[in-house]
Structures are given as structure tokens and as C-alpha cells.
């Protein structure tokens, strides 16, 4: 079928929305019409080809919307269906058959090889293949070839256009409080970065009962965000020693931290604003072949540093709770969001890069 979507064609070149073929869902497949599809910086890092995927391509990994058309092998979800869209993985390896599917051993070929498993092409252009199948989906466009691993139903009480960055963004930033740390109440945490992925962890941190909750960043208007949301206190860097100020506040250091900025001296920061036997959490997505130095003393000492993907979030369970708890006013994510249409996406880019704009979602 001819669609619409947002083709990018060359390294850090513009989206341009042109006319593609995508094709029917093949047995295990579906197909959706999307109505949000939220703004990554995942996204912008593959635009850019800091994550190697290949052009021309049609990116995006935040997709909600409606079913349209099922394979036949498909049971999860009908036509009608409110869905949205997560990462893939592949069900069968040893980590997937362990429950922990964000560490899928075919992780990297499911999300980021820009065609089907077998190399098929999901979209083209004049028969030439548009590399797809980013995250199982490639959301940038009217409607998205899925396979029914990916795909979580959702209810359809909630306005289905917020609800696609919960399939990455923000059950990671929730997630890694959640399901990764486990943060427990009456805990200290310390978030490095105001980002989406970071209020959605002040707001997980709130959910689960941390009474001290410590936001850094230096954007001061996130910074209110977080304390609007729930931190029990915001650090700007720039006026002095954010690990000192942790160790203060928190009177030798936090229980658990992340790391979302992807910056390699904050994880630095990370670990070290710990007490004995904390846990940091890394998230943030640094350039391939970032190195970072670590005091071996500090971890020695009982403290630990993990890497978290997608918030260890088994979607089908993970994104229906984040969406009760949003619908219990307990989770308010959407007040993150700004509102594109998809021939906006180069705007809202640019305003997601210069920090003018928190979770762009884009609406075909």
C-alpha cells in the first residue's frame, strides 16, 4: 500500500516526507495506522549515523496507534485494536527464553538492521528498498509494518497519540527505577539528566516511595519540571560539586543513581555520589568506543554500576501499568510532550536538540 513517511537519505541530511510502498504483514506481522509516534534521541543519533543504520531510511521507534490488518498467525491483536508500538526481540535466544528480552542475544539485527530478519524489505520507493524496521517498526510515517512481538495492546480509554513514547523513552527513564534498580521506600536516588528518560525516572521514583529524590541537570527549566514532578532537590552543576552536594543532601551519599545524559564523566559522578553498596544505573547512550575512569576504590568499596536497556521493561506488562498509573493522575508523562505534525519532523528536531522541547510527538 502507498503511504506517507519521513525518508532520510543521506548523513545528517533532513527528513522529507515522500510517498512510499510498504508492504502487506506478512503471517506473523501486523499493520498499524499511526496516529503519534514520539521524537528519540536514538532517532537522531541513527539521522546522523553515530548508530550505523542504513540510508535511505525511515526511522522512528516511539509508534502508537490502530490496528489496521493482522497475519494470520496473529492472536495477540485484531483489527481495531489501540496498540502501541515497542522494541523487538527475537523470543527464542537464551535471554529472551530468561525473561529478559531487552537483552535479546539478536538485539542489534531485530531493532537496527533496517530490513526484516531474512533481509527483506518492509518499504520501498520506485522498487528500490527504504531501509526499515527500526525497532521492529519505523514509526515516521502514516502506517507501520510491526511483527506481533513488538505490538502491546493498550486500552482505549487513554488518548492513543500520547501514548507512543512509553515504548522507549519513557519505560526506560521508569523503568530503570522500577524494574532495574528496584528502588525501594524511604531510598535516596540521584538522577543525572532532565531529559525525557530522566523526569520519567523522578516520576518512577516518586511512584515507588523515595523520599529523597536529587535532579541535576543545567537546564533550569527542566529543573522545575523535576521539582513540579516530585524531586525533593535540584543541583545545577555549574555553582559547585554536585557529588558533594548529593553526599550533603543525602548525608553520605544515595542509595541508587542513573545515568542518563550519556556523558561519560557524569557516570563518573554517578558512581561516585553512592553510599557503600549503592547501585548506579547507566542509561544514557554515549558514542561507540567511549571510555570513562572509574575509581576502583569506590567500587571496592560495595558500590556497583550497571548498564539498563529499556528500563529491563517486558512491554506487555511494563507499558499497560505505566498506562494505569498515568490514568490514576500518578504518572502524568504527557506533560513532557509537544505536539508535531510529521511535516514538521525537521522542526521538531531542532527544538528537541536545542532543548526547546522535551518529547516532541509527531502525528501524520
Do not use: W
Not at 496507534?65 to 485494536?81: F, L, N, T
Not at 531510598?187 to 523520599?211: E, N
Request: aromatic share 6%.
Amino acid at each position: 500500500m502507498k503511504i506517507k513517511a519521513a525518508v532520510v537519505r543521506e548523513k545528517s541530511g533532513p527528513f522529507v516526507i515522500e510517498d512510499v510502498e510498504l508492504d502487506d504483514p506478512r503471517e506473523n506481522e501486523v499493520l498499524v495506522r499511526i496516529t503519534g509516534s514520539g521524537l528519540c534521541h536514538t532517532d537522531l543519533v541513527a539521522r546522523d549515523q553515530y548508530l550505523p543504520f542504513p540510508l535511505p531510511a525511515v526511522l522512528g521507534h516511539e509508534g502508537s496507534g490502530v490496528v489496521e490488518k493482522i497475519g494470520s498467525r496473529v492472536q495477540k491483536v485484531k483489527a481495531g485494536d489501540h496498540v502501541v508500538l515497542s522494541y523487538l526481540s527475537c523470543g527464542c535466544c537464551s535471554s529472551c527464553l530468561k525473561g529478559l528480552p531487552t537483552y535479546c542475544l539478536n538485539f542489534f539485527p531485530s531493532n537496527f538492521m533496517g530490513s526484516r530478519l531474512d533481509g527483506s524489505a518492509t518499504m520501498k520507493k520506485k522498487g528500490k528498498p527504504i531501509h526499515g524496521a527500526f525497532f521492529g517498526q519505523s514509526s515516521f510515517a502514516s502506517h507501520a509494518i510491526a511483527l506481533e512481538r513488538n505490538v502491546v495492546k493498550v486500552k482505549q480509554d487513554v488518548s492513543l497519540d500520547k501514548l507512543g513514547p512509553l515504548g522507549c523513552g519513557v519505560q526506560t527513564g521508569a523503568g530503570g527505577v522500577m524494574n532495574s534498580l528496584k528502588a525501594e521506600a524511604g531510598s535516596s536516588i540521584a538522577i543525572f539528566g532532565m531529559g525525557s528518560v530522566g523526569l520519567s525516572a523522578v516520576l518512577a521514583a516518586v511512584v515507588v516511595g523515595c523520599t529523597t529524590i536529587v535532579a541535576v541537570d543545567f537546564n533550569m527549566t527542566r529543573l522545575a519540571l523535576a521539582r513540579e514532578f516530585g524531586a525533593t532537590h535540584i543541583i545545577d552543576p555549574r555553582n559547585g560539586d554536585p557529588v558533594e552536594e548529593i553526599r550533603t543532601i543525602t548525608g553520605g551519599g544515595a542509595k541508587y543513581s542513573l545515568e542518563c545524559t550519556g556523558i561519560p564523566d557524569v557516570l563518573s559522578q554517578a558512581l561516585d555520589c553512592l553510599t557503600l553498596t549503592g547501585v548506579c544505573g547507566l542509561i544514557g547512550v554515549a558514542p561507540f568506543g567511549s571510555r570513562v575512569s572509574l575509581d576502583c576504590q569506590n567500587i571496592l568499596n560495595g558500590r556497583a554500576v550497571r548498564g539498563i536497556v529499556e528500563g529491563d521493561s517486558i512491554p506487555d506488562v511494563f507499558i499497560p501499568t505505566l498506562i494505569d498509573l498515568y490514568t490514576q493522575s500518578r504518572f502524568p508523562f504527557d506533560r513532557m510532550i509537544t505536539f508535531y505534525n510529521l511535516d514538521q519532523i525537521n522542526q521538531a528536531a531542532e527544538d528537541s536538540e536545542k532543548g526547546k522541547t522535551l518529547k516532541a510527538v509527531l502525528r501524520p
